[in-house]
């Protein structure tokens, strides 16, 4: 299981972010997720007048990934965002705590720990998905022991 490069996965998030649907923060993100067979599948965000409806960009790669069939084999994950014309600057944008969630039941589905690259004017924060979301509750917590 080969990782990504790092710069093309970020380059992949950057693009996904120009199809921001945020009218109401203007706070574009995008996210790309690579997979163990060298595919890279992208969401950005997508907010709703209710905006609790509104759906993250790491959320929308992972429901596309999980309606492609794919149970597993993430090893990868990059996020950029920022104001409409400054995706990228500032401090890095990191998955908020759903998304961590989202991200950790299709990493536990293959057993993986991905390394998760959060991009911003600041360099490129690289955590483990295991550091974001420590004790972790996933599909393995209700398998009976």
């Known amino acids: 299981m080969s990782v990504p490069d790092r710069d093309s996965l970020v380059a992949a998030a950057r693009a996904a972010a120009g199809g921001a649907y945020a009218p109401y923060s203007r706070f574009h993100v995008g996210a790309a997720l690579a997979f163990a067979d060298g595919t890279v599948l992208t969401g ?23 309606n492609d069939g794919r149970r597993g084999g993430l090893v ?9 014309d400054a995706v990228g600057q500032g401090a890095p944008v990191t998955p908020c705590g759903r998304c961590r969630q989202v991200l950790n039941e299709l990493a536990q589905l293959g057993g993986t720990d991905p390394v998760i690259w959060c991009a911003g004017g600041d360099g490129v924060l690289e955590l483990r998905l295991s550091a974001l979301l420590p004790h972790a509750f996933g599909p393995a917590s209700l398998t009976p022991q």
């Not at 990868?76 to 409409?84: L, P």
């Open 76 to 84: 990868a994950v990059a996020v950029i965002g920022g104001a409409v």
């Open 44 to 66: 950005s965000n997508v907010e709703n007048a209710s905006y609790g409806l509104s759906l993250c960009a790491e959320t929308v790669a992972a429901a596309r990934a999980l």
